[in-house]
């Protein structure tokens, strides 16, 4: 193992796209992601993987940015925040949780939509006890969780194309 | 005394668009379920909060902070730190030496210790590097020599005389902060009239805003010209900071609050890092910022302060209010923030509820060595009501009187002065408490073991009725500017999720006729936008709100004057609205004022009208321009066998005069309702020793996803004569009954009473035991301390009701 502090070049696939970064070796990807690739839709509440705002997915897996070290990550397809619209239309999660209000300070938004992605990757159509089991390790401080179970549920019957 | 609206409202502007007063007058915008103004940004992750600002050559800052509750500081030496490469610079205290605080009266804060520190986080140096582990790294080579002192930890430890060493040397006695001692009406006579009288003591535990967002602050200077960019709720008040701290004129600061990742009080007073940034851009001559982390976000603080009760009530048989009698004691921690004014709140508003003929209020706010207290959603309130409506409870239960029905008796009606001088305009609290009653079935609950429910009301504020410092200026102000280009609102109100931007823009699209998008919103830049107080004590839908309404109003007149000129027409034959100004285009029109008049850009302001308060000492802490009424019922289900309790549902009627957006108005109800669950059940802000428990996360206690009920919402429209439209608060009043009504239900499910908050499993569990062993089952505070307050200042009726 390389000395702590000493940097590397990481390959990964972010949104899509073939990135290459020289990274410390302690670097988390929460600290790539943000400050050496500058997407900083992906936010930080605690660094200390309690909050669920850095949740990105990771080869499809809802992942804690800040508790992977970007070393850890090589070759790995990540999906950020950032990579969940086409172009300009919107995930029909983004669109569910802007129209119902999921999103107030938006602090929490990022790693609620990556988490609700995974879940419905997985799971098109789930009770409302699932979308909350889901969603138990992102913490939100401003609207409670309601209008947020309400737009996953409202996204994945689009999804299902209902509604 | 009750008399119709007219003779009580201020400056009414009518309750549509245009300043029509027909009822039913129609609205395009307002009312209407849009998706906040921001909505986008917020979910692609385009939103540039705070920390996500990065500039060319900018270095990191980390405060270094007391390990010690309470030390006096012998030296502080940052050579070797100041060597360290990659260390830019090191401020200590003489680099810094004026005080700051958020109010006038309350200036006892260094940016960086001199002679003292206070609580475990103060904040001793600051440094400046080319990234945070090298500024983190130097701040482990600065040496402190501290001469540890001993910890003042709770408010039986900080009423202790004589002392020894008091936390900070300009108090009323040993480390009493504050005194507050009031007496409205003959507070004796009406306990002799009383046929019963009853005295509770109760506890509140302080509690952490906890928004997702920690702190961070941005600054640079150039030429001679500072700007800072900062999560700041106030950035008026930061601006009046760093020009005092830093000897910089007003209009050489300009404060940026950037999109918010979340407030609720935590983000109003000025902080240090926010200084220190300023003053190592000065001393660099590059960017500097300074992000929290989370466990500095707890020792940072300004949270709910914890409150200790004590309330004695005297009633007549058939449950009529003849006198209260409240104290508080406020465990303040190491500053000053705006705990006066949270002392003055903790007695304020139990009258706006009751119509109490005579009350008393005294209360004290002390140091401690611990992190700072201050404004928390609800700001001082939340704990007197919890303390008046179960100690009502207890009233009506002494009395053999239905607990609504007790309530229902002493309500206060609209249009009345309170004994302390509030002036209460428009109130639902009638209305609010029926449906709530109506839509729960409380009435008709069934009551088997470990089920239960509680009620409880009460009222909230439509922001502060006066400013943090006195001035008589307004306390919002909008400029408005059309032209070719478009239509930009300016207001330096601040959108910290509540969703005040897409206020200002629903409002103003209204007035105009105009769809909402058509109008672009800048707000809380102090160097482009008129002043706001900022975002606290639920003010800026109504005051910012009726700013923008008035700059549109003036705005819509030069619109159709120039239309009607145009077509000799009279002003008032041209219609506004889709899109037009009469027969022209909304565009069409602007060209014309423009042609006309040159620029055309308008302003508006709010003040509170005079007259709202009693003419006293202290009479400045409690009044608004109008007040919001709510009543829930908690529905909840409490294990005796584990202590748990698990709430059903929550069940809130809110009057909130005029809905200006259900999608906004939604989030703040629910996420009101979350907040108090989150208090009544499981935050606390505690210590040991001066030691934080928990600051992290994961240990501080708050309800999740799966911890939440459904939430049922009813709105009460009461259309306040003075508000935008109608419109009163929604972001603090639909928070303040739930907590006691969690606890009354508890009673009601298992026979016991917790007369503290939060209520953890464990105090449900000896609450049962003893009660099981013959005990009262009761889990609270003893007994309420002796506290050497003063005399009370006897307010007679007529200065408790005369006007300014």
Redesign the interface.
């Known amino acids: 193992m390389s000395p702590p502090g000493s940097s590397r070049v990481v390959r990964l696939s972010v949104n899509g796209e073939p990135r290459e970064t020289i990274v410390a070796e302690n670097e988390t990807l929460l600290e790539v992601l943000r400050e050496r690739l500058r997407l900083t839709g992906t936010k930080h509440g605690c660094e200390l993987g309690e909050c669920g705002a850095c949740t990105v997915l990771v080869d499809g897996d809802q992942k804690l940015s800040c508790l992977l070290l970007a070393t850890e990550v090589e070759g790995a397809a990540i999906v950020t925040v950032e990579g969940l619209a086409s172009g300009p239309d919107l995930h029909p999660l983004q669109d569910a949780f802007m129209e119902l209000g999921a999103s107030q300070c938006g602090y929490c938004t990022a790693g609620m939509l990556m988490s609700a992605k995974a879940l419905l990757d997985e799971n098109d159509e789930p009770t409302e006890g699932e979308i909350r089991d889901a969603l138990s390790g992102n913490v939100c401080r401003c609207t409670g969780y309601a209008s947020i179970v309400d737009a996953v549920g409202v996204a994945a019957a689009r999804l299902r194309g209902e509604r | 005394m009750s008399a119709g609206p007219e003779a009580w409202a201020g400056r009414r502007l009518g309750a549509g668009p245009g300043g029509d007063d027909e009822p039913g007058a129609a609205f395009r915008v307002v009312g209407k379920a849009l998706?906040?103004v921001?909505?986008?940004?917020?979910?692609?992750?385009?939103?540039?909060?705070a920390?996500?600002i990065?500039l060319p050559g900018m270095l990191a800052c980390v405060l270094l902070r007391s390990p010690h509750p309470h030390a006096r500081i012998r030296s502080v030496d940052a050579t070797a730190a100041r060597s360290l490469p990659g260390v830019t610079a090191v401020l200590t205290s003489e680099d810094l030496p004026i005080r700051f605080g958020p109010l006038p009266i309350s200036q006892d804060e260094e940016v960086l210790a001199s002679a003292k520190v206070r609580y475990v986080g103060d904040p001793v140096a600051a440094v400046a590097a080319r990234d945070e582990p090298t500024a983190r790294a130097a701040c482990k080579l600065i040496e402190v020599d501290y001469e540890v002192l001993a910890t003042v930890g709770s408010i039986e430890e900080a009423l202790e005389v004589p002392v020894d060493e008091p936390i900070h040397g300009d108090t009323e006695i040993g480390n009493i902060h504050r005194f507050v001692a009031l007496e409205f009406g003959d507070v004796d006579e009406g306990f002799a009239l009383a046929d019963h009288v009853r005295e509770d003591v109760l506890f509140y535990e302080g509690s952490n805003?906890?928004?997702?967002?920690?702190h961070s602050a941005t600054a640079v200077f150039a030429g001679d010209q500072l700007t800072l960019w900062s999560s700041t709720q106030a950035p008026h008040n930061v601006h009046r900071v760093l020009s005092k701290v830093l000897e910089l004129p007003m209009g050489h600061v300009r404060v940026v609050a950037t999109?918010?990742?979340?407030?609720?009080g935590g983000k109003v007073d000025p902080f240090a890092h926010e200084v220190a940034v300023a003053k190592l851009a000065m001393v660099t001559g590059r960017p500097v910022k300074c992000t929290l982390?989370?466990e500095e976000v707890f020792y940072n603080h300004r949270g709910r302060h914890p409150v200790l009760m004590w309330v004695r009530t005297g009633a007549t048989r058939d449950g009529k209010i003849t006198a209260m009698h409240f104290r508080t004691a406020l465990d303040g921690g190491a500053y000053a923030s705006l705990g006066v004014a949270t002392t003055h709140y903790t007695g304020a508003l139990q009258t706006a509820t009751y119509a109490i003929p005579a009350y008393r209020f005294e209360g004290a706010r002390v140091f401690t060595n611990k992190a700072t207290c201050g404004p928390k959603r609800g700001h001082g309130v939340p704990q007197p009501r919890f303390g008046l409506e179960i100690h009502l409870d207890k009233l009506a239960d002494d009395l053999a009187i239905d607990p609504v029905v007790l309530r229902q008796q002493n309500f206060v009606k609209p249009y009345t002065r309170t004994v302390n001088g509030l002036r209460i305009t428009s109130s639902g609290l009638e209305e609010v408490t029926e449906k709530v009653v109506a839509a729960s079935a409380f009435r008709r609950r069934p009551r088997p073991v470990g089920h239960g429910q509680g009620f409880a009301v009460s009222a909230y504020l439509c922001g502060a009725g006066f400013p943090m410092y006195l001035n008589r200026m307004p306390h919002s102000e909008v400029n408005l500017k059309v032209d070719r280009g478009g239509v930009t609102v300016f207001c330096g109100a601040t959108d910290?999720?509540?969703?005040s931007d897409t206020v200002l823009a629903t409002l103003v699209a209204e007035e105009l006729g105009l769809a909402r998008g058509d109008v672009r919103v800048v707000t809380a830049d102090t160097g482009l936008t008129p002043v706001d107080l900022g975002s606290y004590s639920s003010r800026v839908t109504f005051m910012a709100g009726n700013a923008a309404i008035d700059a549109a109003r003036k705005m819509r007149a030069i619109l159709v004057d120039a239309v009607a000129s145009r077509g000799g027409q009279p002003g008032a034959a041209v219609r506004v609205g889709d899109g037009g100004i009469g027969e022209v285009s909304f565009e069409e029109a602007v060209a014309l004022a423009e042609e006309a008049r040159g620029t055309i850009s308008t302003s508006g302001s709010y003040a509170p009208p005079k007259g709202i308060s009693g003419r006293f000492r202290g009479s400045g802490v409690g009044p608004s321009p109008a007040f919001t009424f709510t009543a829930a019922v908690v529905d909840l289900d409490a294990d005796p066998l584990t202590g748990e309790v698990r709430v059903n549902k929550v069940f809130v009627a809110h009057d909130i005069g005029r809905i200006l957006n259900p999608?906004?108005v939604?989030?703040q109800v629910?996420?009101s309702?979350?907040?108090a669950l989150g208090e009544a059940l499981m935050e606390e802000q505690s210590y040991r020793k001066g030691l934080h428990h928990h600051p992290?996360?994961?240990e501080y206690k708050?309800?999740?996803?799966?911890d939440?009920p459904a939430?049922e919402t009813i709105l009460v429209e009461t259309i306040d004569p003075e508000g935008p439209y109608g419109a009163k608060e929604v972001g603090q009043g639909p928070m303040l009954p739930v907590v006691p009504a969690v606890v009354s239900a508890i009673h009601d499910a298992l026979g016991v009473w917790i007369d503290e908050v939060p209520v953890t499993p464990d105090k449900v569990l000896r609450a049962l035991d003893q009660r099981a062993k013959g005990g009262e089952g009761r889990v609270g505070p003893r007994r309420f301390p002796d506290i050497p307050y003063p005399p009370c200042t006897k307010v007679s009726p007529d200065a408790a009701t005369a006007s300014l």
């Open positions: 998706p906040r921001d909505g986008v940004q917020k979910v692609t992750g385009a939103t540039i909060y920390d996500d990065e805003h906890l928004a997702m967002e920690e999109p918010h990742g979340g407030g609720f982390t989370r910290i999720g509540q969703g999608v906004l939604r989030g629910d996420g309702v979350y907040m992290s996360v994961l708050t309800p999740l996803a799966l939440m939430i």
